[in-house]
């Protein structure tokens, strides 16, 4: 067990009774807490003036950059939290991987990796301690981030080892990643080893924000709704808890208190993956505060699957942020009604924020949810 140091915001007071930290933890605070997956630029015409400059994942690496449209959207929308900019890909770039985002197209990388000794030389030459050593200018950045940010949490952000992996087996972007499913079936134990060296890395990604400043972390699964619940639970969410273990290990308190240790706290974490409404329960068992649910199904199904004692994230359906207002905000009504089943909700998306999204639609949410 890690102490986070007694500056960090969750250990000073800053973010630790925040709105979006008491809905993590089971609490309901006075008004629903609201943040946007993918909300760090994509739709803001002051990111695009930045990215027109700058390529993607150059910009995540520059500490005033990455801070800059951090914060953009907290100061358009007035969003409960921040979400650290970065992409999925960003730990195995820093950690030697020759890996590059293709406009139009996404990840794309030099060469897949799709036998044991492909697996082999990415854990001997690609580890979590060269990518320990690349991350300076990482914590830099969530620490201008969290020094402007006040009150207001920052969430940290990783890619889920199924995700990244599916990535590399395909070599980029694949509708059905049969060429990563079939790795897991024809050969387990080169599949499990390249998802545990992929959840170290994330881990070690995710550790980094957290004792930089993060005050919560958001586990990224693209597509793990690709697969079955068996093969969830028996391939993969193994390296999804394993990633989690190393925020799982750090704690905050009050280091003056008789009995520090049985009083810490840790740190709030959040679970989300794409088309996973067959596997929320998988999702809820790698043991996180907070599942997230995208737009197919509903909130109220989702916390009587969960028992009633997961807070659930979601799940506006982006398709409606280009619907008329009245349409936009009888489903925002629905959304927050059925997410008033469970313990406690944190509204959000049901997936990112597309870019042709009129900034001004997400500010009204914010509004309207704040005035509930």
Do not use: K
Not at 330 to 340: A, N, P, Q, T
Request: proline content about 7%; some cysteine.
């Amino acid at each position: 067990m890690n102490f986070l140091p007694a500056s960090h915001p969750l250990a000073d007071g800053r973010t630790s009774d925040a709105p979006l930290i008491r809905a993590l933890r089971g609490d309901r605070p006075e008004r629903v807490p609201v943040w946007f997956m993918r909300q760090a630029g994509r739709s803001l015409p002051e990111y695009r003036a930045i990215r027109a400059d700058h390529r993607m994942l150059d910009a995540c690496v520059n500490p005033e950059l990455a801070s800059e449209i951090t914060l953009q959207p907290v100061r358009r929308h007035g969003v409960d939290a921040a979400v650290f900019f970065s992409d999925i890909v960003v730990p195995m770039r820093l950690a030697g991987v020759e890996v590059d985002l293709v406009a139009g197209r996404g990840p794309v990388f030099a060469h897949p990796v799709r036998t044991a000794a492909d697996v082999a030389r990415c854990r001997a030459e690609f580890t979590a301690d060269r990518l320990r050593d690349a991350l300076d200018q990482v914590r830099e950045a969530v620490r201008l981030t969290v020094a402007r940010l006040g009150g207001t949490p920052l969430v940290g952000f990783a890619g889920a080892p199924f995700t990244l992996a599916a990535y590399l087996v395909e070599g980029g972007p694949s509708r059905d990643h049969l060429r990563a499913r079939t790795l897991m079936h024809s050969d387990p134990e080169t599949w499990r080893e390249l998802l545990e060296w992929a959840a170290d890395l994330s881990g070690v990604f995710l550790e980094a924000q957290v004792e930089a400043g993060a005050s919560a972390v958001q586990l990224f699964d693209s597509w793990a709704g690709s697969l079955s619940a068996t093969d969830y639970r028996e391939h993969v969410a193994p390296a999804s808890r394993r990633t989690l273990d190393a925020v799982r290990g750090l704690r905050f308190g009050h280091p003056l208190r008789e009995g520090y240790a049985a009083h810490a706290a840790t740190v709030p974490m959040i679970h989300f993956a794409v088309g996973s409404g067959h596997l929320l329960e998988e999702l809820a068992g790698v043991g996180v505060s907070a599942v997230g649910v995208d737009w197919r199904t509903p909130l109220d199904e989702a916390s009587r699957r969960l028992g009633d004692t997961v807070t659930l994230q979601g799940n506006l359906d982006p398709a409606y942020l280009g619907a008329p207002p009245e349409q936009l905000e009888e489903h925002l009504e629905d959304v927050l009604r059925r997410g008033s089943r469970a313990p406690a909700h944190v509204l959000n998306l049901g997936h990112g924020v597309p870019p042709e999204t009129d900034p001004a639609v997400l500010t009204r949410i914010v509004e309207l949810a704040h005035a509930r």
